[in-house]
Structure formats: structure tokens, C-alpha cells
């Protein structure tokens, strides 16, 4: 079990003085799934790139935490008592992966001449490597030490010890790939180079599917998608929850997703702050209303 | 395999491009160019008197031709004193023409080229390797099936005492004259060493011929000659790898590679290069391409101060083909100047040009390019695309593509992009897990991917590892 807790998080973009998030109170705990709504403009976005580290915003005021749990990474990552809770907007984007975080991009990056097999199979990889540098115990000896020898090589060596080597990743991936019904040809090619804006969302929930977070944010991965595709997404991310108890933070603008995805609360987000919570019957009378009522009910104006 | 050798197999890449060998010279020049060291040179190989004539005809060209200054946005090259550079060294090797035997090697060189990697390649039954150190060949070896087909590769010296007249008939005449530039002559003045490779007609020779050429000695000029014969549907791939050590002074490489592809035939000329960063890396390399062939030029241009290389590919025969794949980087100080020239000369040619470059910390890297369909070449098609990637506001890159077009009847592509490397993307990686160093690698090992699948995997794996450390700045 994890619980990440946005406490009174203010942000704004880094080299201006804009004000985007003034106040958000949030809590995602692992299995829970939460849907974020509101208009554009009001902060979502912004919110989950706080979360993940993005170096465009500045949190000027409040606090991001993560709690962990025993057995939060498996037997082999013990957790001390102090090591429990992380202001994690003190670590670097990769180190809140480490522990955890991922974010799911709206338009995610397109790189070229990495396939994604090799992608992914880096991300796994560096992500065990970290979550052992930050629970490490400072006396413990180190020799684990990167072997940059001739013998190994970078794109075909045997993986050090502790990491998953290629033949294993190779079954990780297709088992994974299956489930989310994907073509097996993804795996060899470059990744989101050329993905249509359907299969860029699916393999968002591919990589939240194998490197398997505590709390994913998901920001708005049902745009662009048709029905079948938005099935196949929604049935991916059910599965994160349902099979590895992952907390999701659902960003959307619509009720579509939300029929798939049945979230525990509704939060509405307006002007930078969450103005209204509820439960999934929140969401359809958002639907139903748009969003100036809520502005109504919490401003007393329209 | 003694324990130093263990020792030196273990340390890491920096260490060994780094390694230095205590100098242990038979022969050494003095520095400068004079008739007298022209005269030293070619006594202390026992050349026929055709090849010192060439050679003084040479001299005299390169004294007569200004260096070029003249070209817009060229790197400088006024620290360069060929005066002060040693043209010629020859290891101490028992077998002047270098032996065939690994451990016949004297340690000092076995050390080095251990260093490098070298025998490992070897070791995976490569069809020949050639390893250079210094000015001369120092091991050779090809496996026997090659040479029962006719194929011969051994060291351009020798080749002048073997096979003279299909040296006399190729070397520095119709492809590369001593008079095509400054230092092409220089060149033709004081080559040493660099391989010979023929290959009859018909022969397709399946793995690649290797050579690597390493310059150990401080203020010294390498100057190997490659000459490649492919006759009439033949097929070869060469490679060459390219490395020297830093010193205080500045060292000179002035490399000649000419390539006859006759009708038909096949080749893929592959060098991954990493020069010091105080090496002036100033080449000439060019095919002549008759009916039908096909040339491939495929480079990675890493190291030196100032790089100027222009690989060049002569389309004289009608549906003669050209493909060139480069890399430069460049890193603090350095200015890497290269490009590509293809001259389409007949009908039906065909030319696909790829240049992608990095640069980093202030570093400067320049596509220079020149595409010339001559009147009647109609049919023609070229396509040329640059890339660059630079890594902050203080790195520059440039494109200077020249197209000449005098036919009409011709298809021609240009597309330049140029780009900082992204913060969304370095981001979008970071959130998975990869630190701010290992996105930086893997946008970088993406972007020159077309170049590292054209390349046999310990190249491949060389170049991407030459890269990485570029990238960390842990190679001087």
C-alpha cells in the first residue's frame, strides 16, 4: 500500500510568475481510483507534471508526499521506518519512478532509433537500480560497481547482476503485449515514433503495465482514442489496479472513460484548486452540466 | 596471456584510448618536410624509383599550393606547423612488412592494440585484419579461403613491391592526383603504410576486411594509404577504426583512400574514427564508380581538433550508385567539418546522402556538402538530408549544401533539421526511470541508430561506447 498525499501544493511556471495550482489537497492511496476533472485551464495537467517532476513548474508552496509500506517493492527492498515517507518534490523525476510515481503523458515524446523493447528494458532496469541506491544501507559494501569493460556490451551484453537480461524481458514484454491486445511488431519499433495517437495511449498503459508504480497519474489518455481502442486502454488500466493495486489519478475532461473505468471519487478542478469531491454519480452530473454550476456552488458566482 | 595483459583487458575504454607506449623507434624521421626526408623515407622502404619519384613530384605540389584558407566558415588551421610534425616513424617489428603471428608482436604493441580491443575482433574470424601503428603495418592476418579466390589485402608497402603494376596503375592517378588539394599532396609526399585490398572479378568476400590504425608517438603525422580495387561484379566491405592518445602537440593525420568500384561491383567503406583532440584529422577519400556499381560510404567522425573530410564518390558509369552515411561530434573546442561530394557524371545515377551531427559544450560541427549532376546525367536522382542535435545555446551547427545542377531531367531532395536536444524528451524519459545522463545516451544512440546498424556489432557497440564518454567528457 501507498499513499500520496498533495498538501496545499502551489506551482507555477518556472521562468514567469504565472500562477497555475494555488492550494491542491489531494490523496491517492495504491487500489483507489480517482478521476480529475475540471475545464481546460485549470490546473490538471499541471498537477500531474508537479507530481512527476517536470522542470517547467516551481512548487512555491506546499508539499507532495509519499508513503510506503512494507513489501511495497517485493521481499528483496526492505523499508526502514525512516524511509516510510518522501517529500518527494525534494528527487529527481527519475528517482520518484523509483519509487514509484509514473506519469502517463497526453502526448508523449517520440524518440527515434530506440525500439521499445530496448526502452523499456532500460526503464526496468534503472528503476531496480535506483530503488536499491535510495533504500541502500550506507554500510553496505559496494561492489556492485558498473562493469565497463570491452566484454559487455551496451546493446547486447549479459545484464548485472539483479537486472532482467534480455531473453527474460523479451516474455515480460510479450506476455504484457498480449494482454493489452497489442500487435507483437511494437516491440521493435521506435518508440512513439510514427504511433498513431491511439497506440501512443496504449503504450502508455503498456509501460505502467510493466514497470508497475504504486500511483500512476494518467493524464488524459482516453483523448483521441475510439471506442475499441478506449476498451482496450480502459481494460489496461482496470487491470493496473485490479492485478498490481496501483492507485490511479485519472485525468480526464469526459464521462466516456469513466463508464470503463469506474472511479472511486470525482474531483473537480477549478482555477487551481479542487472546488468539489465526490463519488462516480458526480462525474455524470458533470456530464449532464457542464461545469459552471460547481463554480456556482462553491464561488456563488457563475 | 600474461597478467598485464589481464590487467589492461580490464580497464575501462577511457584508459584505453588514453594509454600511452614509451616510444621504441627503429627508424624515425626528422620533423618537417625536405627532399631528404622524402629521400629517407622511401630508401627506408626500398621502394621502386617510380613511387620516390611520385612522391618528390608530390613535395614539390604541396609547397607550390597555399593552404586553403579561403573556404567560408572553415576550421582554422593556423595552430597546424607542418614543419614541426615527425612524418614517419617505424616501429621496432622484426618483419618489416609486419608479421602474421599475433605473439610474434613486441609486447609494447600487443599491449596497445590489446588495449583496443583489437584481437577480440579478431578472435570472432574476421576475414583480415590489418592493425597500424605508427606509420607501418605492424600484423596482418587473412584467412586462407580469401586469398585461394584471388583476393589479396596486405600492406600498402608491400603492395609497391608485390603487385607494382596495379599499384603504379591505381596509385594517386586518375582517383586522388597528388595535385587535387594541399593535402592530398602532402599526402603523396610522405603516405606510409595503410592497406591494399583487390578483389578479383566476381568474388564476393563475405565478412569484412578490417584494418585499425593507431598513432601512439607525440607531434607525429599519420599518413596511410588505402587503395581498393573491386573488379567487375565483385563485393567487399572495408572497415577501418582510427584512434591516437592526446600529447601537448598537435599531430597531424592526412589519410588518402581511393576506390575503383569497376562495373557491377560493391563496396561498403566503413571508419569509425577517434582522433586526439589536439589531431588536425585532414583527408582525401574518393571513389570512381563505373556501370552499375555501387559505393557506400558509412563514418563516424569522433576526437580530433579540426576535422576537414569529405568523402567523394565519382558516378562515371551510367546507374552507378552512391550512399553516404556520417556522423560527426563535436565537443568543446572542436570544430568537425565534413560532409560529402558526389559528382553524378552519367545517366541513371543515384546518390542518398545522411549526415547527422551532435555537438556539445561549444563545439562546432558544419555539413559541407556538394552534389553535381553534370549535363546529360538525366535521370539523376540525389537526396540529401542533415540532421543536427545540439546539446546547449553554446554548440553551433551549420549546413552548406552546394548543389550543382546543369541537367534538368533530375529528381533532388535537400532537407536539413536542426535541433536542440528536447526537454520534453530528456522528461519523458527521466519519468521512466532513466537519469538526466542516461536519456541524454539513449536520444543520442537513437539518433545516430542508422549508422550504428550499418556497422558490425564490435564497431557498433565501439561507436556508441566512444559517444557515451564523449557525452560524460571523460576522453581528453
Known amino acids: ?302 | 596471456m600474461s597478467s598485464e595483459q589481464d590487467h589492461l583487458k580490464e580497464t575501462d575504454t577511457e584508459a584505453r584510448f588514453e594509454f600511452k607506449k614509451e616510444q621504441n623507434a627503429a627508424v624515425k624521421s626528422d620533423k618537417g618536410l625536405t627532399e631528404e626526408v622524402i629521400r629517407m623515407i622511401s630508401e627506408d622502404k626500398d621502394e621502386p624509383d617510380w613511387m620516390l619519384e611520385r612522391r618528390l613530384r608530390a613535395l614539390k605540389q604541396y609547397h607550390n599550393m597555399p593552404m586553403p584558407t579561403d573556404w567560408p566558415g572553415q576550421p582554422d588551421l593556423t595552430e597546424l606547423d607542418v614543419e614541426e610534425i615527425v612524418p614517419y616513424i617505424r616501429p621496432d617489428v622484426d618483419k618489416r612488412e609486419g608479421v602474421d603471428d599475433w605473439t610474434e608482436l613486441p609486447d609494447e604493441i600487443k599491449d596497445t592494440f590489446d588495449k583496443l580491443g583489437i584481437p577480440e575482433a579478431e578472435k570472432n574470424a574476421l576475414s583480415g585484419v590489418g592493425a597500424q601503428y605508427e606509420s607501418e603495418i605492424v600484423y596482418q592476418n587473412m584467412q586462407d579461403q580469401w586469398e585461394e579466390k584471388g583476393v589479396i589485402f596486405m600492406n600498402m608497402d608491400r603492395a609497391v613491391q608485390e603487385h607494382p603494376e596495379l599499384v603504379k596503375e591505381h596509385f594517386m592517378t586518375t582517383c586522388v592526383p597528388a595535385s587535387d588539394n594541399k593535402f592530398a599532396a602532402l599526402h603523396g609526399a610522405v603516405w606510409s603504410g595503410g592497406s591494399f585490398v583487390y578483389v578479383p572479378e566476381g568474388v564476393t568476400v563475405e565478412m569484412p576486411v578490417q584494418a585499425y590504425f593507431r598513432m601512439n608517438s607525440e607531434g607525429m603525422g599519420q599518413f596511410e594509404h588505402t587503395l581498393i580495387i573491386a573488379e567487375e561484379g565483385s563485393e567487399v566491405h572495408y572497415i577501418e577504426g582510427c584512434s591516437a592518445p592526446k600529447y601537448g602537440v598537435h599531430n597531424l593525420h592526412s589519410g588518402g583512400v581511393e576506390v575503383f568500384v569497376e562495373e557491377d561491383a560493391h563496396v561498403q567503406y566503413s571508419t569509425v574514427q577517434n582522433w586526439s583532440k589536439n589531431t588536425f584529422n585532414l583527408n582525401t577519400k574518393r571513389a570512381i564508380v563505373e556501370e552499375n556499381g555501387t559505393m557506400e560510404w558509412i563514418s563516424g567522425s569522433m576526437g580530433s581538433k579540426a576535422t576537414m573530410l569529405y568523402p567523394c564518390s565519382i558516378l562515371k558509369g551510367r546507374g552507378a550508385t552512391d550512399t553516404h552515411i556520417t556522423i560527426a561530434f563535436a565537443g568543446e573546442g572542436q570544430d568537425i567539418d565534413t560532409g560529402a561530394k558526389v559528382y553524378h557524371n552519367a545517366p541513371e545515377t543515384k546518390s542518398t546522402i545522411e549526415s547527422k551531427s551532435i555537438s556539445k559544450d561549444g563545439g562546432r560541427t558544419n555539413y559541407r556538402g556538394l552534389v553535381h549532376i553534370a549535363d546529360g546525367a538525366e535521370n539523376s536522382s540525389t537526396a540529401v538530408e542533415c540532421d543536427a542535435l545540439m546539446f546547449d545555446n553554446e554548440s553551433t551547427s551549420d549546413t552548406m549544401p552546394y548543389m550543382e545542377i546543369e541537367e534538368s531531367k533530375v529528381d533532388v531532395a535537400h532537407e536539413a533539421t536542426v535541433g536542440k536536444i528536447g526537454d520534453e524528451d530528456i522528461f519523458y524519459l527521466q519519468s521512466r526511470g532513466l537519469d538526466d545522463d542516461d536519456a541524454k545516451k539513449m536520444i543520442v544512440a537513437g539518433f545516430i541508430e542508422p549508422i550504428t546498424e550499418e556497422l558490425p556489432i564490435e564497431y557498433a557497440v565501439e561507436l556508441n561506447r566512444l559517444i557515451e564518454l564523449e557525452m560524460e567528457g571523460s576522453l581528453g
Open chain 1, 1 to 302: 500500500m501507498a499513499r500520496l498525499e498533495l498538501s496545499n501544493l502551489h506551482a507555477e511556471v518556472a521562468d514567469g510568475d504565472e500562477k497555475i495550482l494555488e492550494g491542491v489537497n489531494l490523496e491517492v492511496k495504491s487500489g483507489e481510483i480517482h478521476a480529475l476533472m475540471g475545464p481546460n485551464g485549470s490546473g490538471k495537467s499541471t498537477t500531474a507534471k508537479v507530481i512527476a517532476g517536470h522542470p517547467a513548474y516551481e512548487v512555491t508552496e506546499g508539499e507532495v508526499l509519499l508513503h510506503l509500506e512494507e513489501g511495497e517493492f517485493g521481499d528483496e527492498i526492505e523499508i526502514d521506518d525512516d524511509q516510510r515517507s518522501w517529500n518527494i518534490l525534494d528527487l529527481e523525476p527519475n528517482e520518484r519512478a523509483a519509487l514509484g510515481i509514473f506519469l502517463g503523458f497526453q502526448y508523449p515524446a517520440e524518440i527515434e532509433g530506440v525500439t521499445m523493447t530496448n526502452f523499456l528494458r532500460t526503464a526496468l532496469n534503472a528503476k531496480i537500480d535506483e530503488r536499491e541506491e535510495l533504500f541502500e544501507d550506507e554500510d553496505a559494501d559496494e561492489d556492485d560497481e558498473e562493469d565497463e569493460g570491452f566484454e559487455t556490451s551496451p546493446m547486447e551484453g549479459p545484464a548485472d547482476e539483479g537486472e532482467v537480461g534480455v531473453a527474460e524481458f523479451q516474455q515480460i514484454l510479450q506476455e504484457k503485449m498480449e494482454e493489452l491486445d497489442m500487435d507483437e511488431r511494437f516491440a521493435q519499433r521506435y518508440l512513439n515514433a510514427g504511433f498513431s495517437g491511439g497506440e501512443k495511449k496504449q503504450n502508455e498503459v503498456l509501460q505502467a503495465a510493466i514497470l508497475e508504480p504504486s500511483i500512476a497519474v494518467l493524464d488524459e489518455i482516453d483523448s483521441g482514442l475510439d471506442i475499441d481502442r478506449l476498451q482496450d486502454v480502459s481494460n489496461g488500466i482496470n487491470a493496473l489496479r485490479d492485478e498490481q493495486g496501483t492507485g490511479i489519478l485519472q485525468i480526464t475532461h469526459y464521462q466516456r472513460i469513466l463508464d470503463y473505468v469506474e472511479p472511486d471519487h470525482v474531483h473537480v478542478m477549478l482555477d487551481g484548486q479542487i472546488a468539489k469531491s465526490g463519488d462516480a454519480s458526480l462525474a455524470a452530473e458533470l456530464e449532464d452540466k457542464g461545469y459552471d454550476w460547481v463554480r456556482e456552488e462553491v464561488y456563488g458566482t457563475a
